[in-house]
């Protein structure tokens, strides 16, 4: 999976910081819980009479009035304890999540099929996770992966079929199975080194629909970052404020194939309590067909308030083959425990890898609103606008979708 960027949640509580929306997320986008501290903060006092997350001091700008909030539905915000299928037994956690969407064009990336309600990501996995604080641990974990997102997320970068990307996988038409993660992980104190099938640590924005603020994706997290890697990768808690990363890789989106022989690495640092800043990079050739070069990715988390997160994140892509850039800008705000909303803004551009002449630009924004009906189950309804500058075939145009994701 991408890691983690020490991204500052929307609201920080009782010195620090909320649990995650989803059972298994991977960036730090969420709600504030109420119950993630043992003295109520940041908006989380019963304002209003018989709520408990009204969000009536949360909304700023007036709209905290409780016949306001109430008249918006935002009241009375009692999201209740996740409940889990399997749990957890001697350490091995399995859990899962089912998402189902609809989109009405296949441009916003991961969406194949448009205006159809579509089984994306039924997603199991079993993790033992490591704890090196009082000596040695190992553990590992394994992912699985039917639905749309099934082929975007096997190893097709693979130079032949194999893994999960043979026959046995491929169901037909849009849908397939993967095994995006498949790995061993053993530490020590404060270092750590994961060997097998990983997700990589490139850019904000990841495969997993648990980890992500909004339902559609970024061009340049779809078209110009690596989903996986195969190798090996060290992790070093240099302290609270740094975190170092490095290793060794075969390539992009390989599964246990000769691909590349690349390096991936970089750093965390938490410079301020409110701002983090991660740096990441792969750099060597990237596959089998001789693609080299360099790619890195630069996201600064800031929380703006104790409500509001901003995130900006900048990708440079220089190859043999392809020359891209892009500027991702993401700007979050959280009213209570059940209502988050968030806009985002793209500018994606390539150019030519010989001559540095831009070719083509596209530009997106991204508006939507996190709804949690429970603990369990959240809703992402979102309106996107598309508009280019050089590419063929394309039109700019106004985008809608939705999806349901319950975990469990």
Not at 354 to 365: G, I, P, R
Not at 390 to 402: A, P, R
Request: aromatic residues 14%; charged residues 15%.
């Amino acid at each position: 999976m991408k890691l983690s960027k020490l991204a500052l949640i929307a609201a920080i509580a009782c010195g620090t910081y909320a649990g995650n929306v989803f059972a298994d997320q991977t960036n730090d986008v969420q709600l504030v819980s109420c119950e993630s501290c043992d003295e109520p903060a940041c908006g989380c006092e019963p304002a209003c009479d018989d709520a408990c997350d009204s969000g009536c001091d949360s909304m700023g700008c007036g709209l905290g009035d409780c016949a306001i909030v109430d008249r918006l539905g935002l009241n009375d915000c009692c999201l209740g304890d996740p409940y889990s299928l399997f749990g957890e037994c001697n350490g091995i956690a399995v859990g899962g999540w089912m998402q189902l969407g609809y989109f009405t064009d296949t441009t916003a990336n991961f969406n194949s099929l448009p205006d159809n309600v579509q089984l994306q990501q039924g997603w199991l996995f079993a993790e033992k996770a490591i704890d090196s604080s009082c000596g040695f641990d190992i553990g590992g974990r394994v992912d699985y992966i039917y639905g749309t997102d099934g082929p975007d997320t096997a190893s097709f970068g693979n130079p032949v079929a194999g893994y999960d990307t043979n026959s046995g996988w491929e169901r037909g038409g849009q849908y397939g199975n993967a095994m995006p993660q498949l790995y061993l992980e053993a530490g020590y104190g404060d270092l750590s080194v994961k060997v097998g099938h990983f997700y990589t640590i490139i850019g904000w924005e990841v495969v997993q629909a648990t980890g992500n603020f909004f339902y559609s994706h970024a061009n340049t997290m779809y078209n110009s970052e690596p989903f996986t890697h195969t190798g090996a990768l060290f992790t070093y808690n240099h302290s609270d404020d740094v975190t170092l990363y490095g290793g060794y890789v075969e390539g992009w989106d390989s599964g246990f194939q000769d691909n590349g022989d690349a390096f991936l690495g970089g750093a965390s640092l938490s410079l301020t309590d409110r701002l983090s800043v991660t740096y990441a990079a792969v750099g060597g050739r990237f596959s089998a067909g001789g693609e080299k070069g360099y790619m890195q990715s630069i996201v600064a988390d800031y929380a703006v308030s104790d409500d509001v997160q901003y995130i900006f994140q900048s990708d440079l892509l220089d190859t043999n083959e392809r020359q891209t850039f892009g500027i991702n800008q993401y700007l979050i705000k959280t009213i209570n425990d059940c209502v988050a909303v968030g806009t985002r803004v793209e500018w994606y551009q390539i150019a030519d890898p010989t001559t540095d002449a831009v070719l083509n630009d596209t530009w997106n924004w991204t508006a939507g609103i996190n709804y949690r009906q429970s603990a369990n189950l959240t809703f992402r309804p979102e309106i996107r606008y598309d508009w280019y500058d050089g590419w063929q075939g394309l039109e700019d145009s106004f985008k809608f979708g939705v999806d349901a994701v319950m975990t469990f």
